[in-house]
């Protein structure tokens, strides 16, 4: 299970800043096949900033990220999307003003298989109903839920190996909450690869299979699931406790 | 019954009018859109294109090819100017960017007086477009270029309508001026897309500059300053960024300077653009996302 | 700030021997050109106030220099002159005729409280938005000038101002802009500029009101626009609405960018180096001959080149020549320096 030679997805020192703020210090972390890991810890520990940085948008000062063996450090966002992975960002920053439908059919623009797109889209509507009923509304007119599936779905439109989350559950009334994390459930159990960034750390414990713990831009822990739920120094990371 | 004539005829004008300014300012609304850049040198692209038509139909060349290459070269200098002068401050501060649109103004103006000289030239318009219809004994009159140019400008937005809504470039650009990096999460090409924008921009500012000249009978360098400015006020009176937004704009600005010009007093008219101006800078204030989104947050 | 106080002493003197000097040293084709650039540098640093160091990108300047050009030209036309020239003007205009200095005062004054009114709505806006809105005031004034033609003459030449601007009537006011920017640039109140251009919300933050800092910088400016546009009128003597157009303010901006738009010396420097350039271009742009190949006439091509140049600054060093620095003897040097976010209007 550790064995890192043979992961899909690995980071090696990565390290980022802004400006004179070192945001990430050196994380090395990866993630087999088919598995779902989450990425803790409290506000600010460096989460999104791993997401953002393995999609492209931000760049490392120092550090590899190696996706299907072949480092992808320094690619552009669209040719991480066209390797396979899609990324969920915090605040589904969906595009408002277009449709659901035209956000799906923008989730899958980095596809060119026609038939397996409109299978996807067929996927996704099964998978989320609501989506079907809403397809020709204004995205931006959706509520939290709605629009957090939505999300998911433009992600998985662009039919990835590996799915980057990024707090699913933010903004979600508890019902929602529940129905997303039993999809996430039904697309793990289909073979679907994750990392996840998740606050809310019992949901995300229940879902993944390893977790690594994230304090102030290093990795302050890292185990299985199951050991994790039993360790008090999870939740003293979350606190920002002294070690 | 013959103010109602003058009404309707007042309309036309007022839709002819709206059309050019609708077709300016849906470029300019493009650029701002996925750039967030005040394109100032837009006006100068109307320019290249009328110039190349003109040029064109000087070596003989017929009235409808000759506009098409018109617009392909007013594309071809958006191309340019976006490589050449945008790319490389595109992550540079908003003044920054505004004054090196102000510079790519000042060279392409410059460059029109050194090849075409300052002075005003005619446009050699095909006999046949000039040819009017009157109705109501000369009370309704318009030209044929007038409906070649509501046909234009009908057709070429219904195509921009195709692309935005139909084709993933065109849902692209508009997902793209929404949320930058959201559109490149998706995997969408964000150089290609500007590129295309640029274009697809530039184009319109190519036919609207043709049909501008077409209209007016002359050209010369400076042309496209008037229509930029006005293409301003319909833009960000519809909401800057907005397609949908331009072309209400353009609409409403022609209908507006038409009624200044046609309903009120005389001693009023010829303060006409500084009414508009003054629209735009109430609108500025208390209305920054346009008549369509009343409650948009101006970016600081 | 020994280093500044000492070297703008010295660029004082250094004015005043100018003023006085140079029209027995230098050809009258030079001294023109030596008039213009202080002129300029009035134009420029009054503009610096608010589009360098508070952040205001207002493209309206030219608006306050053409409006205090034709009030002061209004104001000195002796009573014939208002009588066979603007035939219409109201009577409590048409029986005075005012010397240059009061002229030139009313001119400032007036500017200053058209830029309060104007700028008491439009200082609201930052970024794109100020810009196109001030650009819109331009447009507004140039209109009202063209169209109040009973004082204007409309789009007619407006002629027969008498020719008062002089080297040390222009050096006198730039010494006085100079003096009056200093000390507010480098006062309390320049810091508190500074802070609301560099990062607005930070500044509202820590109790600046930003709608009256701006409110003060672009009412000063537009204070020495006027008095700049009525030296301008008594120098051109002849004049219409278009010389105080897009032209000129493209020009105006070219100068404050390359000189460095947080600088009072890069105003200057900016000015000096734009003049000098356009002069060389000028005399290269009107044809010349070498051996036996001639260059033709290729008009406007000057002014490409410094549009290409202006991008240059653009791409490559978007501070301009001097950036935030001021122009400071070295070995005095001790200026406490600021940092500079360039440009930035957020």
Known sequence: MNDSHSAMFKLQGLQVRFGAVRALKGISLHVNQGEVVALLGANGAGKSTTLRTISGLSRPSAGNIFFAGQSITTFPSTKIVRLGIAHSPEGRRLFGGLTVAENLRLGSCSRSDTDGIAADTERMFSLFPILRERRPQLAGTLSGGEQQQLALARALMAAPKLLLLDEPSLGVAPLLVKHIFEALAELKRQGMTMLLVEQNMKLALKLADRAYVLRTGSIALHGSSAELLSDDRVAQAYLGAAQ | ?300 | MMARAVTLALALVLMAAIAFGAPYVVSDYMVRIILLIALNSIFVLSLSLSNGFTGVFSLGHVGFIGAGAYLSGILTLTVEQKHSLLPHLPAFLNWFSLPFLPATLVAGVLMTLLAVIVGYPLMRLSGYFVSVATMGFLIIVNVVLINASDFTRGARTFTGVPLDTSLPWVFGWLAVTLLVLWRLVYSPFGRRMKAVRDDTIAASAVGIDVLKTRLLAFAIGAFFAGVGGSLYAHYLGSFSPVTFYFAMTMNLIAMLVLGGMGSLSGAIIGVISVSILSELLRSVERGFTIGDVTIPALYGASQIVLGFIFILIMIFRPKGIMGERELSLGFLNSSAKIQFKQGEVK
């Open chain 2, 1 to 300: 019954m013959s103010d109602l004539v003058y009404i309707l005829q007042q309309m036309i004008n007022a839709v002819s009018l709206g059309s050019l300014y609708a077709l300016v300012a849906v470029g300019l609304s493009i650029v701002f859109g996925v750039l967030k850049l005040t394109n100032f040198a837009h006006g100068d692209v109307m320019m290249v294109g009328a110039f190349t038509t003109v040029l064109l139909i000087g070596v003989g060349m017929p009235f409808i090819p000759a506009l098409f290459c018109g617009i392909l070269g007013a594309a071809l200098a958006g191309l340019l100017i976006e490589r050449i002068a945008y790319r490389p401050v595109r992550n540079a501060p908003d003044v920054t960017r505004l004054l090196t649109s102000l510079a790519v103004t000042y060279i392409l103006e410059n460059f029109g007086i050194l090849v075409f000289s300052s002075s005003p030239r005619n446009f050699p318009l095909p006999d046949a477009l000039n040819e009017s219809w009157q109705f109501m004994g000369g009370a309704i009159t318009f030209t044929n270029i007038n409906l070649l140019t509501l046909a234009l400008t009908f057709a070429s937005l219904i195509g921009l309508g195709w692309f935005i809504t139909k084709t993933t470039l065109g849902l692209g650009m508009r997902a793209a001026s929404e949320d930058m990096s959201a559109a490149q999460l998706v995997g969408l090409d964000v150089n290609r897309l500007i590129v295309v924008a640029f274009i697809v921009a530039s184009g319109f500012a190519g036919l609207a500059g043709i049909l501008w000249a077409a209209q007016a009978g002359v050209i010369q360098p400076q042309m496209g300053f008037t229509p930029l400015l006005k293409a301003f006020v319909a833009a960000i009176i519809g909401g800057f960024g907005s397609i949908a937004g331009a072309l209400l704009g353009g609409f409403v600005l022609g209908a507006l300077e038409i009624f200044i010009v046609a309903f009120l007093p005389d001693a009023i008219t010829p303060y006409r653009d500084a009414i508009v101006f003054s629209l735009l800078i109430a609108f500025l204030l208390f209305r920054p996302g346009g008549i369509l989104k009343p409650n948009r947050e101006i970016k600081l």
